[in-house]
């Protein structure tokens, strides 16, 4: 572009071609050898070209909105502030169930505690006692029922009276649900499974589906039962307590306690894995799978009748769970697994010993193939449970405890992946006879101790302290495992919302969009199911949040970063339009200054006139 | 579902993709199919190894939101006593169940099996064949297949979930040379796979399943063999063959990978099926570099369940794993063999081939068992050679007077009943292996005393494939069969006469980016073209779809006996491809499989004297069956053209500098005073002479006479001129001489 901001120097031609003929006209005052070509004009600069140029130039910009509009990759618009402020509300305010108690004065006569029970001071007394308590052990605990219960005492004495607490109605339980008079005949209180099933025929549970639980704690005032008060938990929502001559004013505590720990709390207590571990996948199954260790079996190889325990043992506990989750089981052995940690023989305790500080190296991951279900889907949980049998050059293994103890189970457990357990074969003799070792069958009584100890660390894995998994505590595991799926879907939205604003070239396919949406209202759902006390319902869309939420975070789409990056665009809109932008803008640029020269002349030219006029 | 496994499968895949090739890869292949990434920490965690998997780093931002409670815990309270972390149990158990017995009895039964096998063959070009084989049986149980004793977990999973009646997959490095090492055994005919991976499978499900089922098993299997079988998930991968491949028929999909690398990666999954792995028995041979060092390896599995029982029991399985390998012992005296002694096999031994020696059977096993095979020819030489009684072979073999020396005593002499001929039979030595121990490893060993000659049964036809043609437009692919008996024209159950026939089955898959005309079929017998229905008797095809699906071949061809040499050509144009379906080294070319050529009315079996501990054997009883002699061509690469991969970006920054050039020069146009630049250009005195020369050279153009400009400008601008002329040559010099050096 060649040069030509300078004026013309050429007096034969003082004007620029713009505007020629009316300078003509408008140079009638002063003469035009007056005229400095250098300094001044006749004429006004002409505005064609700086429209002009101007004109590109905001095209330009104008267009650049529409480029930024086309080159945006696409991205689905989710609901970050629904999505956080889910996450934010589970984090805050854990969820809590309704639960409703009810506990009955069995053969309570008015003569014998000394006055007529009255129903509704027991309530308010065992009300207040519950509530010092709950504040006491409790420390908001999420999936427990929290303050929101309710509590009708019925006071049933024999055949004569029957006084209820008048809270029924407000509980919105439907009246037949709940303790009908008389329902309770003569109990045998010596025999526990007898007075299981009767209350449990009594208290009719079918209908403690809606509006929450229902669970009932029976004071049975009779004979037949031990000296002093015993307190037992059925199998059912139930639990009672039986004795002699028992004083209803010393009932109250022990029956809040029972209330508290037990059916809402499960029978845990703190210390016990913490609730969110709740080792169950996201689509509600888990897989069991159990595998036996031999270390070295040139030394000696055992073998276990699975199938049997499977049959027997087994099977009641996954009834049991089945609430929680879809449990099944699957067994192998497996050979030539060294363990990878080192063990020492100890003298004074007769075996090799490892210590809880090896118990992280224990897993051989090299050389366990433990294998992950195939049959299992994507999101199921597998549990490995291992029994581990040493191979002779350390056998018998035991495990020391900090405490300088041998443990007695033998076993430790890793959350959310399972346990292991060392069984050591009785005689740490090598089999040394001819020809290779025979196959050694594990003697049922064996098996059923490994089964126990298994069965324990399940126990601990899925956080219940009690022996045996009853139906209070697997609601009690039910209510966790909808705060856990809750909790998890709220975290993992909180973080997929995070995510997605903290990579704005990131695309977002419609359909991760459409399972954020569907997740957040099957969260939604659950938690207004979990505030009416439907614990299955609310369980289900749970875990149904839970999935959607893993599923979104996991398309594959997120997990591949945008091809379309910042410098792709860079790299192929820069050939055109940084040349082309440098050209517009300088053209606008010296338009511009000359357009602003030219002016000055002009004006200078005309006060130079009005000068001389 | 297959969503749920597409996940396995790629949570799984970065961990074996990204291994590298190192011969101890069991570190990488922990997880195998956790598809849920948490639980792969979780368990590293557990391991106390901290390091976060790299395949999730992306993903730990949740990860630190779901377990950053436990996993602070971890790394904080790790040197502290792990009461936090491992929750230990202390679950009180009566003193009288620790003091009881772990009384044990011996187990007895319908129980899984297994069994070990190993066969070694010297074969005619001084190499040894190696051929593993591991038998591993799950009787049909009520147990609902869920508890296993000896038999792997994970494939018996896999034929539940998939429904698979029949599957086998190999992975193949290297070539099976069958005209040296044989064309008609057995082993050629089951155990010569193409190279990189195959796999085929029936499935037991409704015709409208099967490929949903395939594309899942494909994608297990990739993660459960660390391979990119994943890869045959796409329908252009796979094809189903009517009745050429298998005899049976249905619900068979059949896909290969001719471009698979075959490793130490594939091996050690495939060894975890094996009860014993690799650590005892007869897997114990296996040394990593000498058998990848051979010139064929082939591994394999091959798997059958009777899937005919209804669902509620689950049937038995059957899993056939074999990995044969070809060696090349290097024997002391391998000088010699460019001596003159060329023909002199070489002395081995299995310490000398593989390295290691058998130090006792694998315990599980039931039973393991290594067999020598030899061809009976060479006795016969011997016979001739040495004019003794045939008496016994056997005695003959090792007593010391014949040829060759074993250093061990067989514990069973098993030959090969023929009776129709004397070639190609052979004699089986075995040896138990159980006998031995570590103290007294079993070493087995090879001397040759004379120079032997024999040569392996070839199948009637050699078949091979070539591709005609040159450019990267079009092209012909030809099978060539050449009769392999043409010197001993007389051998083979049929006797040359006008009605004799050789049947041949011919099953190619040609991948969619070769469009095959099958029109253009064309048959050479002995050279000469011939009309197709002579000697076609059946065909069936199915053209290739783009990008949908390969085109397919099956084709029974009925050749004279006496047939020299006949030829299938078939012409092809090249495709294109879309930018984004080139695979990674375009420029490599294209792969096709390898065909299948099958003989229907040949059958490799071994007529074996029957016996107790052959029909115990899983392997000798396998040579018996009567399976169809069958043969694979080679791949064929074909270079396909490909594009220039940053042509996008050039031809972007090209277009977009016209454009711009354009445009630039546009807007000056349009902006340009032309009048006040004349003006100037008249009064300009520092004008160059290059300025002047070039608006003469316009002037020309416009055939306008050229205004001179003022006299004193022109004088001025020589001395500009000249030291003008001096920068512009030193440039130019400095170019040249750049250009000239640097290149």
Not at chain 1, 260 to 270: H, L, Q, T
Not at chain 1, 383 to 410: D, H, M, R
Not at chain 2, 33 to 52: E, H, I, M
Request: charged fraction near 20%; hydrophobic fraction near 40%.
């Amino acid at each position: 572009m060649a040069e030509i901001a300078e004026s013309p120097s050429t007096t034969e031609h003082p004007l620029g071609t713009v505007g020629a003929s009316r300078s003509k006209a408008s140079s009638s005052a002063l003469r035009e050898s007056d005229v400095d070509p250098k300094t001044m004009r006749t004429t006004t600069p002409g505005l064609k070209r700086l429209f002009l140029t101007f004109s590109v130039l905001l095209s330009f910009l104008l267009g650049f909105p529409f480029l930024w509009k086309t080159v945006e990759i696409y991205r689905s618009p989710l609901p970050f502030g629904d999505m956080d402020a889910l996450s934010k509300q589970i984090e805050s305010s854990p969820l809590q169930f309704p639960c409703h108690f009810q506990s009955v004065f069995l053969n309570f006569d008015s003569r014998s505690s000394g006055g007529i029970l009255d129903p509704r001071e027991l309530r308010s007394s065992i009300l207040s006692e519950m509530t010092k308590l709950t504040s006491q052990t409790l420390e908001r605990q999420c999936g427990s029922c929290g303050e929101n219960f309710t509590l009708s005492v019925v006071v049933d004495s024999g055949d004569r009276a029957c006084r209820q607490s008048d809270e029924r109605h407000g509980n919105g339980l439907t009246p037949n649900c709940s303790y009908k008079c008389g329902a309770l005949g003569a109990l045998n209180l010596g025999d526990g499974e007898a007075v299981d099933e009767a209350l449990r025929s009594a208290l009719d549970e079918s209908c403690s589906d809606y509006g929450g639980k229902l669970y009932t704690v029976v004071v049975v005032n009779g004979d037949g039962a031990g000296e002093g008060p015993k307190a037992l938990v059925g199998k059912h929502r139930h639990g009672w307590i039986s004795g002699r001559e028992l004083d209803a004013e010393a009932m109250i505590g022990r029956m809040a306690e029972m209330f508290v720990k037990i059916f809402m709390n499960g029978g845990r207590e703190d210390g016990a894995i913490h609730g969110e571990f709740m080792p169950v996948g996201a689509d509600g199954r888990v897989v069991l799978s159990f595998s036996l260790l031999n270390a070295n079996p040139d030394d000696w190889f055992y073998d276990w009748d699975f199938q049997k325990l499977d049959d027997t043992l087994l099977n009641p506990v996954i009834e049991a769970l089945k609430p929680i989750a879809n449990i099944s089981v699957e067994s192998q052995v497996l050979y030539h697994t060294p363990k990878s940690s080192f063990s020492y023989w100890d003298e004074s305790l007769g075996s090799y010993i490892f210590s809880t500080k090896d118990l992280p190296f224990f897993v051989n991951s090299n050389e366990w193939h433990l294998d992950t279900s195939v049959a299992a889907g994507g999101r199921t949980k597998i549990l490995q449970f291992v029994v581990y049998v040493p191979s002779a050059n350390e056998c018998p293994l035991s495990l020391q405890l900090p405490s300088g103890e041998i443990s007695k189970t033998n076993g430790f457990i890793s959350p959310m992946w399972g346990g292991v357990m060392v069984w050591n074969p009785q005689s740490c003799i090598k089999y040394s006879g001819s020809g290779p070792p025979a196959r050694l069958l594990m003697h049922p009584d064996d098996l059923h101790r490994i089964f126990e100890v298994l069965m324990g660390q399940l126990r601990q894995l899925f956080g219940l302290k009690s022996d045996s998994i009853y139906v209070g505590a697997a609601d009690v595991l039910s209510r966790q495992h909808t705060c856990f799926n809750l909790h998890s879907s709220g975290t993992t939205l909180g973080s997929l919302s995070r995510l997605v604003q903290s990579l704005p070239r990131m695309i977002i396919k419609d359909e991760i969009g459409k399972q954020v949406k569907f997740s957040l209202e099957a969260a939604q759902l659950a938690q207004t199911n979990a505030s009416v006390g439907l614990y299955e319902a609310s369980a289900a869309s749970s875990r149904q949040a839970r999935s959607l939420a893993e599923d979104a975070f996991f398309h594959p789409s997120i997990m591949s970063v945008s091809y379309f990056s910042f410098e792709h665009c860079f790299a192929v809109y820069s050939p055109f339009f940084l040349p082309v932008s440098l050209h517009v803008l300088l053209a606008a640029l010296r338009e511009w200054r000359r357009y602003k020269q030219e002016k000055a002349k002009y004006v200078r030219w005309k006060v130079k006139q009005v000068k001389a006029a | 579902m297959t969503i749920q496994i597409r996940k396995g499968k790629r949570a799984t895949e970065p961990q074996c993709l990204g291994s590298q090739r190192s011969l101890n890869s069991e570190d990488l292949l922990f997880p195998n199919q956790t598809g849920d990434s948490k639980a792969a920490v979780y368990f590293q965690l557990s391991n106390g190894r901290f390091r976060p998997p790299p395949a999730h780093r992306l993903i730990a931002h949740h990860i630190v939101d779901t377990i950053a409670p436990i996993f602070f815990r971890v790394s904080r309270t790790m040197w502290l006593p792990l009461r936090l972390t491992l929750l230990l149990l202390f679950l009180l158990l009566s003193p009288r169940a620790l003091l009881r017995s772990g009384s044990a009895a011996v187990v007895s039964g319908e129980e899984e099996e297994f069994h070990e096998e190993l066969l070694l063959k010297p074969l005619p070009d001084r190499k040894v064949l190696a051929h593993f084989h591991f038998h591993s049986i799950a009787p049909p149980s009520k147990s609902n297949g869920r508890h296993h004793h000896l038999f792997p977990k994970a494939i018996s999973q896999l034929v539940q979930k998939f429904r698979v009646k029949e599957m086998e997959l190999s992975f193949t490095q290297g070539r099976w040379n069958y005209e040296r090492w044989g064309g008609f055994d057995p082993i050629s005919s089951n155990n010569a796979k193409p190279p990189g991976v195959e796999l085929w499978a029936v499935f037991d499900v409704p015709e409208d399943q099967v490929d949903a089922y395939w594309k899942n098993l494909t994608n297990s299997l990739s993660g459960l063999f660390c391979a990119s079988i994943n890869f045959l998930e796409s329908s252009t991968m796979y094809s189903a063959p009517k009745w050429s491949f298998r005899i049976t028929p249905g619900r068979l999909r059949y896909g290969t990978l001719p471009r698979e690398a075959v490793c130490t990666e594939n091996l050690t999954p495939w060894l975890k099926l094996l009860p014993c792995r690799d650590k005892a028995g007869l897997a114990a041979l296996l040394d990593r570099p000498s058998i990848y060092k051979g010139f064929y390896h082939s591994q394999r599995l091959y798997l059958t369940s009777n899937a005919s029982v209804p669902a509620e029991t689950v049937s038995g399985i059957s899993l056939e794993q074999t990995l044969t390998v070809v060696l090349q012992p290097n024997s002391p005296s391998s000088s010699s063999i460019h001596s003159g002694e060329s023909n002199f096999q070489p002395s081995w031994s299995l310490s000398s081939i593989f390295g290691r020696k058998i130090s006792g059977k694998c315990v599980l096993a039931q039973s393991s068992i290594v067999y020598l095979q030899l061809e009976k020819s060479i006795f016969s030489e011997q016979k001739d050679n040495m004019d003794n009684g045939p008496n016994s072979l056997a005695s003959e073999g090792f007593a010391g007077g014949s040829g060759f020396e074993m250093s061990l005593d067989p514990d069973i002499v098993i030959e090969e009943e023929n009776q129709s001929q004397h070639k190609g039979s052979s004699v089986l030595y075995g040896f138990w292996v159980e006998k031995y121990n570590e103290s007294q490893p079993f070493d087995l060993g090879l001397k040759w005393k004379y120079p032997v000659f024999w040569s392996s049964r070839q199948a009637p036809l050699h078949a091979s494939r070539f591709l005609m043609g040159s450019g990267n437009e079009r092209g012909a692919i030809a099978i060539l069969f050449k009769s392999a008996n043409s010197a001993d024209s007389s051998s083979g159950s049929r006797h040359v006469s006008d009605g004799c026939e050789l049947q041949v089955d011919v099953f190619q898959v040609v991948p969619w980016y070769i469009k095959v005309y099958y029109h253009s079929l064309q048959i050479f017998v002995d050279d000469e073209a011939k009309p197709i229905g002579d000697f076609v008797h059946k065909i069936q095809v199915s053209p290739s779809k783009d990008k949908t699906s390969p085109g397919m071949m099956e084709m029974l061809l009925k050749l004279p006996c006496d047939v020299r040499s006949a030829a299938l050509t078939l012409e092809f144009d090249k495709g294109f491809l879309h930018i984004d379906e080139y695979p990674p080294d375009a420029n490599q070319g294209y792969d096709i499989p390898s065909a299948v050529i099958s003989f229907p009315s040949f059958h490799s079996v071994m007529h074996l004297l029957s016996n107790d501990s052959i029909r115990k054997s899983p392997l000798l009883s396998r040579f018996q069956e009567k399976n169809r002699v069958q043969s694979y061509t080679e791949v064929l690469l074909v270079p396909l053209t490909t594009p220039d991969f940053s042509m996008p970006y050039n031809v972007i920054t090209i277009t977009c500098t016209v454009f711009a050039l354009f445009f630039g020069s546009l807007l000056n146009v349009l902006r340009r005073r032309v009048g006040e630049e004349e003006r100037y250009l008249k009064a300009g005195k520092k004008k160059g002479w290059l300025r002047v020369l070039l608006s003469r050279l316009l002037a020309k153009l416009r055939g306008k006479p050229m205004e001179e400009p003022d006299q004193p400008s022109s004088e001025s601008a020589p001395l500009i001129g000249k030291k003008l002329v001096l920068k512009v040559i030193l440039v130019a010099v400095l170019a040249v001489a750049w250009q000239f050096y640097s290149t």
